[in-house]
């Protein structure tokens, strides 16, 4: 996306979110980001031909389509950390779990969550009160607090450049179904997870 120019909303909350990346690190206090993206599932209709010695794999053009599947990143830029949810859809009650999941299986102890997001219809904290109860919803949004990225500045969300690389070293390929995406996307996470791959 092209930023609007002269944009005093723009510059004030691409100012906010840069900020929020030069604080030092915190573990009572992580930066986390988030974001997702859909993947299209495909089957070959024919079996490839495997690489050989001065020879390609070869694969069929045709395909088939077996529907489609959404990744939620959630990237700690400062600590080299990230995890891929893989979920089928991509509504309010499936951001509100993937929050839940956060607050309280990555970041437990964590005093409050400082999050990165977009500005997504479904990325709102009023989604939490239509996956749960009252005090449940509440609960999770006192353990956050949020900074959205400009609108038309969704690249400032760090979890974005994650999932560009995603898509770039694991997801460039014919995947058929969700077992095996999940289990490609999670040797993906693990091996980088154990690089300590960080933002600079």
Known sequence: MIPPK?????????????????????????????????????????????????RPECIDYEYERNGTANLFMLFEPLHGWRHVKVTRRRTKIDFAHVVRELVDVHYPKAEKIVLVMDNLNTHKPASLYEAFEP??????????????????????????????????????????????????????????????????
């Not at 906010?16 to 992580?30: F, H, I, K, N």
């Not at 040797?187 to 933002?199: D, H, I, L, P, Y």
């Open 6 to 54: 002269q944009n005093a909303d723009f510059v004030a909350a691409m100012e906010d979110v840069l900020g929020v990346y030069q604080r030092p690190y915190d573990a009572q206090r992580p930066v986390a980001c988030l974001d997702e993206q859909s993947k299209q599932l495909v089957k070959e209709v024919r079996t490839p031909i495997p690489m050989q010695p001065g």
């Open 135 to 200: 005090a449940e919803a509440r609960r999770l949004i006192d353990r956050l607090k949020i900074h959205y990225t400009p609108k038309h500045g969704s690249w400032l969300d760090m979890a974005e450049t994650e999932l560009s690389i995603l898509a770039k070293q694991c997801l460039d390929r014919r995947i058929p179904d969700h077992p095996t995406l999940i289990r490609e996307v999670g040797a993906w996470e693990n091996q980088r997870n154990k690089s300590k791959c960080t933002v600079d």
